[in-house]
């Protein structure tokens, strides 16, 4: 079982989703985060005084999977949210150790699905 | 009042002396009646929720709740003391200080009965208001001024010296200015001072203080200051604003006449004028133009014109909007820096420097032809009467010097008694939760 983390733009959210859902991939949680890569921050104006590095707003995205399918999530991830510009983000995977479904109590590969 | 006081120049013989006598012609009007009790509720609007959203907006969220309670309680604390004695300091005909402070005679309001008519008048004698009225007005005008003063120490004073200095600030810098500038018997008053909204009395007396509280209370403690944490809030409280002021100026006739409309057209065209103004200088200056910008301008124009409104036409009101707007932004945006003194929200910037440049402008703009027929002559620089122009200096001096130098011994004594400023763990943890034990933004449900 893998743990796959990404942060995205924004904007490409709703790509990245129809892209997951045609992969079959249809768990997923999303939170609003801030951050910045290679880009560098984006600069601010208030009053004339300058707030320079100001973190950008990303998506992350969390997507728990089977080993049948981490190569399809990734897939689905890049197709959705690649713009081919500095910021697009990156996708990370983590050995999962475990996974247990609250409502039944079921453990492993079982309760990701 | 204000205008009166302006006006006084030459209503003066006839409404000055009164204190209460009511000439046989002076009845009650309706009209006028219905549009002051209107512009009470507008004037009321502008400190909470107005200047309270527009203030709160600018600080950071563990702030926000600080800057509303602040202004909200000013509302409370100011009615109070204007009903008890405030109102009588300020306006009585009766004086304790000869020109400068007024007696306890209206203490409590007493004597002041429903339909007794108010003494002081601008542009209608003979439609008076009821004088509870005239108390009322006046009351939101009082509770306003120190709430502007808010901006300049928001987001690190101790809420127990807030309300300390609040009150004695009240009594011993507003009351007195007021008196001098608008009562019957204060000097100023005397002088032939043009100022019809307050842009002296609110504005500059204010802003003066503000930067006074800025100096003594000093920086925030953050290597780095944040961006506002809710510009729509800022943007709504601007909006608000604008609304409140056609009754603070438009009301400032204490009539429903010409004059009112006047102040109330002269109100929006400034503002206008300095909204545009200020968005064009954002432009030009830093490559956008943006919303705390335009927000910023249009309050600076209503600052600028609240002396001037019922004094000028339509260009000159533009004249000044965008003129302050200019004065304003450059204040702001370069000589603050420089200077480093933290005013946190920009009131001295705004409501200071703006009420400055209104103030003398209005000795420059004010136009003949809005009083003509009406058996005054109200003129500025433009129309050939230079002298009024040293005459708004010599009233906006004396103010500013009154206000420092008051603001900075009341800040200093409350300093000693009580401290002005909260420690610095309460400062990093926010107001909020320091002073008042609440979150305005809670994480979960």
């Given at each position: 079982?893998?743990?796959i983390?990404?942060?995205?733009?924004?904007?490409?959210?709703?790509?990245?989703?129809e892209?997951?859902?045609?992969?079959?991939?249809?768990?997923?949680?999303?939170?609003?985060?801030?951050?910045?890569?290679?880009?560098?921050?984006?600069?601010?104006?208030?009053?004339?005084?300058?707030?320079?590095?100001?973190?950008?707003?990303?998506?992350?995205?969390?997507?728990?999977v089977?080993?049948?399918?981490?190569?399809?999530?990734?897939?689905?991830?890049?197709?959705?949210?690649?713009?081919?510009?500095?910021?697009?983000?990156?996708?990370?995977?983590?050995?999962?150790?475990?996974?247990?479904?609250?409502?039944?109590?079921?453990?492993?590969?079982?309760?990701?699905? | 009042?204000?205008?009166?006081?302006?006006?006084?120049?030459?209503?003066?013989?006839?409404?000055?002396?009164?204190?209460?006598?009511?000439?046989?012609?002076?009845?009650?009007?309706?009209?006028?009646?219905?549009?002051?009790?209107?512009?009470?509720?507008l004037?009321?609007?502008?400190?909470?929720?107005?200047l309270?959203?527009?203030?709160?907006?600018?600080?950071r969220?563990?702030?926000?709740?600080?800057?509303?309670?602040?202004?909200?309680?000013?509302?409370a604390?100011?009615?109070?003391?204007?009903?008890?004695?405030g109102?009588?300091?300020?306006?009585?005909?009766?004086?304790?200080?000869?020109?400068?402070?007024?007696?306890?005679?209206?203490?409590?309001?007493?004597?002041?009965?429903?339909?007794?008519?108010?003494?002081?008048?601008?542009?209608?004698?003979?439609?008076?208001?009821?004088?509870?009225?005239?108390v009322?007005?006046?009351?939101?005008?009082?509770?306003?001024?120190?709430?502007?003063?808010?901006?300049?120490?928001?987001?690190?004073?101790?809420?127990?010296?807030?309300?300390?200095?609040?009150?004695?600030?009240?009594?011993?810098?507003?009351?007195?200015?007021?008196?001098?500038?608008?009562?019957?018997?204060?000097?100023?008053?005397?002088?032939?001072?043009?100022?019809?909204?307050?842009?002296?009395?609110?504005?500059?007396?204010?802003?003066?203080?503000?930067?006074?509280?800025?100096?003594?209370?000093?920086?925030?403690d953050?290597?780095?200051?944040?961006?506002?944490?809710?510009?729509?809030?800022?943007?709504?409280?601007?909006?608000?604003?604008?609304?409140?002021w056609?009754?603070?100026?438009?009301?400032?006739?204490?009539?429903?006449?010409?004059?009112?409309?006047?102040?109330?057209?002269?109100?929006?065209?400034?503002?206008?004028?300095?909204?545009?103004?200020?968005?064009?200088?954002?432009?030009?200056?830093?490559?956008?133009?943006?919303?705390?910008?335009?927000?910023?301008?249009?309050?600076?124009?209503?600052?600028?014109?609240?002396?001037?409104?019922?004094?000028?036409?339509p260009?000159?009101?533009?004249?000044?909007?965008?003129?302050?707007?200019?004065?304003?932004?450059?204040?702001?945006?370069?000589?603050?820096?420089?200077?480093?003194?933290?005013?946190?929200?920009?009131?001295?910037?705004?409501?200071?420097?703006g009420?400055?440049?209104?103030?003398?402008?209005?000795?420059?703009?004010?136009?003949?032809?809005?009083?003509?027929?009406?058996g005054?002559?109200?003129?500025?620089?433009?129309?050939?009467?230079?002298?009024?122009?040293?005459?708004?200096?010599?009233?906006?001096?004396?103010?500013?010097?009154?206000?420092?130098?008051?603001?900075?011994?009341?800040l200093?004594?409350?300093?000693?008694?009580?401290?002005l400023?909260?420690?610095?763990?309460?400062?990093?943890?926010?107001?909020?939760?320091?002073?008042?034990?609440?979150?305005?933004?809670?994480?979960?449900?």
């Amino acid at each position: 079982m893998k743990m796959i983390v990404a942060i995205i733009q924004p904007h490409k959210l709703e790509e990245v989703k129809e892209a997951l859902y045609a992969a079959a991939v249809n768990l997923i949680t999303v939170s609003e985060v801030l951050g910045h890569g290679r880009q560098g921050g984006q600069a601010e104006i208030y009053r004339g005084s300058k707030e320079t590095g100001n973190l950008l707003r990303k998506i992350r995205l969390e997507i728990a999977v089977n080993e049948a399918y981490v190569e399809p999530t990734i897939e689905a991830i890049l197709k959705g949210a690649r713009t081919g510009e500095v910021g697009d983000g990156k996708v990370f995977v983590y050995d999962l150790a475990e996974v247990v479904r609250i409502r039944t109590g079921e453990r492993g590969g079982e309760a990701i699905g | 009042m204000r205008k009166r006081a302006a006006a006084s120049i030459l209503l003066l013989a006839l409404a000055v002396i009164p204190g209460f006598s009511q000439q046989a012609e002076s009845s009650l009007s309706p009209g006028n009646t219905a549009w002051v009790l209107v512009s009470i509720a507008l004037v009321m609007f502008m400190t909470v929720p107005a200047l309270g959203l527009f203030y709160g907006g600018l600080v950071r969220k563990k702030n926000v709740l600080s800057v509303l309670m602040q202004c909200f309680i000013t509302l409370a604390l100011v009615s109070t003391i204007w009903i008890a004695f405030g109102y009588s300091l300020a306006f009585s005909e009766g004086e304790l200080i000869p020109g400068v402070l007024g007696d306890f005679k209206w203490a409590f309001l007493k004597g002041i009965t429903p339909d007794q008519l108010s003494p002081y008048y601008i542009s209608d004698e003979a439609g008076r208001i009821p004088h509870l009225a005239f108390v009322m007005f006046q009351c939101m005008f009082a509770v306003i001024t120190p709430a502007l003063i808010a901006g300049a120490f928001a987001e690190r004073m101790k809420f127990s010296s807030f309300l300390i200095f609040t009150a004695a600030w009240q009594v011993l810098i507003y009351c007195p200015l007021a008196h001098m500038i608008w009562s019957s018997g204060g000097w100023l008053y005397k002088l032939g001072v043009l100022d019809f909204a307050g842009g002296t009395v609110v504005h500059v007396n204010a802003g003066f203080a503000a930067l006074a509280a800025a100096l003594v209370i000093g920086k925030r403690d953050h290597h780095k200051l944040l961006p506002p944490h809710n510009l729509p809030f800022t943007l709504i409280g601007a909006a608000m604003l604008w609304f409140g002021w056609f009754g603070f100026n438009g009301g400032s006739a204490l009539a429903a006449d010409g004059i009112a409309a006047n102040a109330v057209m002269t109100t929006n065209a400034a503002a206008a004028a300095a909204g545009l103004a200020w968005a064009l200088l954002d432009k030009v200056f830093n490559k956008r133009p943006t919303i705390l910008g335009a927000a910023t301008g249009a309050v600076v124009g209503l600052v600028a014109v609240t002396p001037a409104a019922g004094f000028v036409n339509p260009a000159g009101a533009m004249a000044i909007g965008a003129i302050g707007s200019a004065v304003c932004f450059f204040m702001v945006v370069f000589v603050k820096e420089r200077l480093g003194y933290d005013d946190a929200l920009d009131a001295f910037g705004c409501h200071g420097v703006g009420g400055l440049v209104g103030a003398v402008l209005t000795g420059v703009f004010a136009d003949p032809a809005v009083w003509a027929g009406r058996g005054a002559d109200f003129s500025g620089a433009l129309y050939g009467n230079v002298p009024q122009l040293w005459k708004q200096l010599a009233g906006a001096g004396v103010s500013i010097a009154f206000a420092f130098v008051g603001t900075l011994v009341i800040l200093k004594l409350v300093d000693l008694a009580a401290g002005l400023r909260v420690d610095a763990r309460d400062e990093a943890v926010g107001l909020d939760i320091s002073q008042h034990q609440e979150r305005a933004y809670t994480v979960l449900e």
